[in-house]
């Protein structure tokens, strides 16, 4: 494995659809963990990252540990099925939902707002040199 002195990282912790202090144009690479949604579809995050987070002390208070869950994309609710995402497949696939179950149409909905705010922040931060090299 070769290393490049010149290399640097920094690691983040943060809300990744805010800028964080990153300049627009700085960053050449982004990681992230996936984007799970909420526990009842996906990963129950929160719940199998409390202990992890609270031995490597990333919450000042260990109680917030357990509340995680509301901080991470499609934690909280929308308060209605109002988007402006431009997605026929998402307003069709919610029309559908919300036809068995409004409260979780009102959750996907959360969940996709939220990454389309995560991914417009990435791409203002990412070189844009470098996006198609």
């Given at each position: 494995m070769m290393?490049?002195k010149?290399t640097?990282?920094?690691?983040?912790y943060?809300?990744?659809s805010?800028?964080?202090g990153i300049k627009s144009?700085s960053a050449?690479?982004?990681?992230?963990?996936?984007p799970?949604?909420?526990?009842r579809?996906?990963?129950a995050?929160?719940?199998f990252?409390r202990?992890?987070?609270?031995?490597?002390?990333?919450?000042?208070?260990?109680n917030k540990?357990?509340?995680?869950d509301?901080e991470l994309?499609?934690?909280r609710?929308t308060?209605?099925?109002?988007?402006?995402?431009k997605s026929t497949?998402?307003?069709?696939?919610?029309?559908k939902?919300?036809?068995?179950?409004?409260d979780?149409?009102?959750d996907v909905l959360?969940?996709?707002?939220g990454l389309e705010?995560?991914?417009k922040?990435?791409h203002?931060i990412?070189?844009?040199?470098n996006?198609?090299?």
């Amino acid at each position: 494995m070769m290393s490049d002195k010149k290399t640097k990282a920094k690691i983040i912790y943060g809300d990744s659809s805010q800028s964080n202090g990153i300049k627009s144009n700085s960053a050449d690479c982004i990681i992230t963990s996936p984007p799970y949604g909420d526990s009842r579809t996906t990963v129950a995050y929160g719940q199998f990252s409390r202990l992890s987070a609270q031995w490597i002390d990333i919450f000042e208070n260990p109680n917030k540990a357990s509340g995680v869950d509301n901080e991470l994309l499609g934690g909280r609710a929308t308060k209605d099925l109002v988007h402006n995402l431009k997605s026929t497949y998402l307003d069709q696939s919610l029309s559908k939902i919300a036809k068995a179950d409004k409260d979780r149409a009102r959750d996907v909905l959360s969940f996709y707002i939220g990454l389309e705010k995560c991914l417009k922040q990435a791409h203002a931060i990412l070189n844009q040199i470098n996006i198609f090299a």
